[in-house]
């Protein structure tokens, strides 16, 4: 099979030069770490990111045992059936696991810029809890070069070697507080590099259509993301962001040109072209016609 060139920042910055050296790199850690063979649960979001992993993961023929897919009441379907379809493709078994209550109880009275990382720390705790039970030694994630756990997996190295060993950025025991080894295959590859890999290993994804906004990439979540960061988290809030996003995403999915999401409580609508050639004034009319949709709800 053909190589990848990964992009200049990729190269400068990761001192990763192409999909080959990143194979090598990760085989070599896996065997540094004495885990080649033991088993691999693949923490599956729907999204490319982590379809993307699992690919490269299989194409290693590392062992990835089992899949598994967080849920809640105010979660996505459509990124559920992606992930099942997903580890179907790739031939995983797939689990679901649903936290609903964990984070009603955990965002209660919290802000609501801190939602995501409430549920990011809740599903790490079970991956752990449901990795241990399966007999794994290793959790795989999707993250890539623009996530904050950048940052203390190169602490981590600095501590350990003295310098920031990037060919090591792959698998580390971070967060330390698990006590735990993550396996982060794309976790040094920019946003050119992930796409090239989703065309390499011909991934394709269904999208919600949400504003997933992140750094100017098209990112999606859910719903839960477009809380207002100073507003006072309550169940009846989760609720109307998932039943206003719902239809927001819906409308957006048919027309086909934008991706758009909601603020709750303050309303504010992000609308965002999925193509360059669409011009304001067709956004002007779509965020119209969203207006009107929402009147209704």
């Given at each position: 099979m053909e190589n990848i060139l990964f992009s200049e920042w990729t190269r400068n910055y990761r001192k990763l030069k192409d999909l080959k050296q990143l194979k090598e790199d990760i085989i070599r850690n896996f065997q540094e770490w004495g885990v080649l063979d033991e088993k691999i649960v693949c923490m599956l979001s729907g999204g490319k990111d982590s379809a993307t992993a699992l690919a490269l993961a299989k194409d290693l023929g590392l062992n990835?045992?089992?899949?598994?897919?967080?849920?809640?009441?105010?979660?996505?379907?459509?990124?559920?059936?992606?992930?099942?379809?997903?580890?179907?493709?790739?031939?995983?078994?797939?689990k679901f696991y649903d936290i609903t209550e964990d984070l009603k109880r955990r965002t209660k009275g919290a802000k609501g810029r801190s939602i995501c990382r409430i549920c990011k720390s809740i599903m790490k705790t079970k991956a752990v809890r449901i990795a241990r039970r399966e007999g794994a030694k290793v959790i795989m994630t999707g993250d890539t070069s623009v996530e904050k756990i950048s940052g203390p997996i190169m602490q981590y190295l600095k501590e350990k070697y003295g310098e920031?060993?990037?060919?090591?950025?792959?698998?580390?025991?971070?967060?330390?507080?698990?006590?735990?080894?993550?396996?982060?295959?794309?976790?040094?590859?920019?946003?050119?590099?992930?796409?090239?890999?989703?065309?390499?290993?011909?991934?394709?994804?269904?999208?919600?259509?949400?504003?997933?906004?992140?750094?100017?990439?098209?990112?999606?979540?859910?719903?839960?993301?477009?809380?207002?960061?100073?507003?006072?988290?309550?169940?009846?809030?989760?609720?109307?962001?998932?039943?206003?996003?719902?239809?927001?995403?819906?409308?957006?999915?048919?027309?086909?040109?934008?991706?758009?999401?909601?603020?709750?409580?303050?309303?504010?609508?992000?609308?965002?072209?999925?193509?360059?050639?669409?011009?304001?004034?067709?956004?002007?009319?779509?965020?119209?016609?969203l207006g009107e949709v929402l009147e209704k709800l």
């Open positions: 990835v045992s089992l899949a598994i897919h967080f849920t809640h009441r105010w979660s996505w379907q459509l990124s559920r059936e992606e992930a099942k379809r997903i580890a179907e493709r790739f031939q995983v078994p797939i920031v060993r990037f060919e090591k950025m792959e698998l580390t025991p971070v967060p330390k507080r698990y006590n735990f080894l993550f396996f982060r295959p794309l976790i040094r590859c920019g946003y050119e590099d992930i796409l090239k890999l989703v065309e390499y290993y011909k991934i394709e994804v269904r999208r919600v259509h949400e504003a997933g906004d992140r750094w100017g990439f098209w990112r999606e979540g859910c719903p839960l993301q477009y809380c207002d960061n100073d507003a006072l988290v309550t169940e009846d809030l989760l609720d109307k962001l998932y039943i206003y996003n719902e239809k927001i995403t819906e409308v957006a999915r048919r027309d086909g040109r934008f991706r758009a999401s909601i603020r709750l409580p303050s309303r504010e609508i992000i609308v965002i072209p999925v193509r360059d050639d669409v011009g304001e004034k067709e956004k002007e009319e779509f965020i119209k016609k």
